[in-house]
Structures are given as structure tokens and as C-alpha cells.
Nanobody, 125 residues
Framework: QVQLVESGGGSVQSGGSLRLSCAAS????????WAWFRQAPGKEREGVAV???????TYANSVQGRFSIFQDNSKRTLYLQMNSLKPEDTAIYYC???????????????????WGQGTRVTVSS
């Protein structure tokens, strides 16, 4: 199992920006997809963005054009750059990795095998 630790969460005003980080504490061999999910209070966990080892990314419609997912050169750190934040972006954000070679659906939580503890993001009006 890959150990993942998120950081960078906090409280910002609507329209502001945050960059979340997810650090892998062990080698990340055989992890083919890296993703960010979020869960708001009382709501179901939802996919935000995913990137594969070829650098191809996919975003939820709700964040398209505002968020960007990327990794460092060693692929030991995953990032989520969040711009133009809205109150509805308020949630706990989780990073995740999958050892499945080809996902049938990239933004389904059940497809991921490694999870971080989450970092809280609060966007105020």
C-alpha cells in the first residue's frame, strides 16, 4: 500500500486560489492513476480530477477550467491547483492512487486502492 499525505488546505474567500499537495511516503510503483476526490458534509464523495502515468488528465464538469492536476517529475507528489474557488467547492479533499492498469471509469472512488487522510478546504462568500 502507498502511504499518501495531503496538505495545503485552508480557508479562502470566493474567487481565491489554493494548491493542494499529496506526498507519497513510499515508492509508487504499479500505480497507474492518481486522483483527487472531495466530500462535502452530508454528501457523497465525488471525483474531482485524475491523471494517468502518461500525463493525461480528466476533470469533473464542475471544476473544468478552474482546477488543474499535475505531478512533480519524480511522481512522488501530486498537486491540485484550484483557482476561482466557489463556496460549493467547500469539502474535505482526498488524494488517491489506483493499481488497476486500465480503469473503466476514472472518477469512481471504488476504483482506487490507496487513500490519504484528507485536507479541509473552506471557501467563504
Amino acid at each position: 500500500q502507498v502511504q499518501l499525505v495531503e496538505s495545503g488546505g485552508g480557508s479562502v474567500q470566493s474567487g481565491g486560489s489554493l494548491r493542494l499537495s499529496c506526498a507519497a511516503s513510499v515508492y509508487t510503483y504499479r500505480r497507474f492513476y492518481w486522483a483527487w476526490f472531495r466530500q462535502a458534509p452530508g454528501k457523497e464523495r465525488e471525483g474531482v480530477a485524475v491523471i494517468d502515468n502518461s500525463g493525461r488528465s480528466t476533470y469533473a464538469n464542475s471544476v473544468q477550467g478552474r482546477f488543474s492536476i499535475f505531478q512533480d517529475n519524480s511522481k512522488r507528489t501530486l498537486y491540485l491547483q484550484m483557482n476561482s474557488l466557489k463556496p460549493e467547492d467547500t469539502a474535505i479533499y482526498y488524494c488517491a492512487a489506483s493499481n488497476i492498469a486500465q480503469l473503466s471509469s476514472r472518477l469512481i472512488p471504488a476504483q482506487y486502492t490507496d487513500w490519504g487522510q484528507g485536507t479541509r478546504v473552506t471557501v467563504s462568500s
